[in-house]
């Protein structure tokens, strides 16, 4: 396993002005199977922030927002309700269509973390819809030398993280003191990534020579096996992403994530005819 490319991402805005930067789901990385979409915020002006995402439906995949610094509250059309703050993670399961929001519960501060969209399967695009709360003092964390691994999703060691995911994923939050080292090692068959979002950290790269990550960075890993990171003088934090491809084809349009065009025009549809979120 190494680092075949590293990419700044790509500034954007979204929901109603929020600014971000779009790591995955860009001309330069379009997907990485499972993973349809990754988006990071840090912003300390609320002008940046505060207009939130409002109401907007989905369907096909799942949502899943990291917090870092700030509070968020989401609320959907199953009944589905919290308030999220650092460390915090919500998990929406879109299935057959929901509708929800997702608001700034702050006027002023930092607003920091990432949303991550991951794709299901054709068999499971139409299931029910569901929304899971995590907070951050059920995610487990396995302390190494000089590094902390929050485990969100999937296992890492001894630890299982509490997110029940649809697509066998695993997502990690790694903290890195100055100059420590970590070595992760992906199930065979598994795409991944990390994004880079405080200091630097180097790896290899296909040839085996060091390659040098500075925050803020997205790193798409290639190959198989172990692969090690040595975090600089700063020391390093990094969310990282694993997953088994789905491989079947994509078709995507705004909020809704399909096979097919015919499925997504369906989308449509039924959520302007009012068949969402019931
Ligand atoms: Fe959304």
């Keep these: 396993m190494h680092i075949a490319r590293l990419v700044p991402g790509m500034e954007t805005s979204d929901g109603a002005g929020v600014r971000l930067t779009r790591m995955i789901g860009t001309p330069q990385v379009d997907m990485i199977d499972p993973f349809l979409m990754l988006d990071r915020f840090d912003n300390e002006d609320p002008g940046a922030y505060i207009g939130g995402f409002p109401e907007h439906p989905h369907r096909g995949f799942e949502t899943v927002t990291i917090m870092l610094d700030g509070k968020m509250r989401h609320r959907d059309s199953t009944g589905g309700e919290g308030v999220i703050g650092p460390g915090d993670v919500q998990w929406m399961t879109a299935g057959r269509g929901i509708i929800h929001s997702e608001?700034?519960?702050?006027?002023?501060?930092?607003?920091?973390?990432?949303q991550l969209w991951v794709n299901l399967p054709a068999a499971d695009k139409m299931k029910a819809p569901g929304y899971q709360d995590i907070t951050v003092d059920t995610i487990p964390v396995v302390e190494e030398d000089g590094v902390r691994?929050?485990?969100?999703?999937?296992?890492?060691?001894?630890?299982?993280?509490?997110?029940?995911s649809h697509t066998p994923i695993r997502l990690l939050r790694i903290e890195m003191e100055p100059n420590?080292?970590?070595?992760?090692?992906?199930?065979?068959?598994?795409?991944?990534?990390f994004c880079l979002y405080e200091g630097?950290?180097?790896?290899s790269d296909n040839l085996g020579s060091d390659k040098q990550a500075q925050?803020?960075?997205?790193?798409?890993?290639?190959?198989?096996?172990?692969?090690?990171?040595?975090?600089?003088?700063?020391?390093a934090a990094l969310?990282?992403?694993?997953?088994?491809?789905?491989?079947?084809?994509?078709?995507?349009y705004g909020p809704f994530v399909m096979n097919s065009r015919d499925e997504l025009i369906q989308a449509f549809q039924d959520?302007?005819?009012?068949?969402?979120g019931n």
């Excluded at 959520?271 to 969402?276: T, Y």
């Design 215 to 235: 925050a803020p960075s997205l790193a798409v890993l290639a190959g198989t096996g172990e692969t090690r990171l040595a975090a600089g003088p700063e020391g």
């Design 271 to 276: 959520f302007e005819s009012g068949r969402f």
């Design 180 to 193: 420590a080292t970590w070595s992760f090692n992906p199930e065979a068959g598994r795409n991944s990534f």
């Design 103 to 114: 608001m700034p519960e702050q006027i002023e501060g930092r607003m920091r973390g990432f």
């Design 200 to 203: 630097s950290v180097s790896g």
């Design 149 to 164: 691994v929050h485990v969100v999703a999937g296992s890492y060691g001894d630890a299982a993280g509490p997110a029940k």
């Design 239 to 252: 969310f990282l992403g694993e997953g088994t491809p789905i491989g079947e084809p994509v078709a995507r």
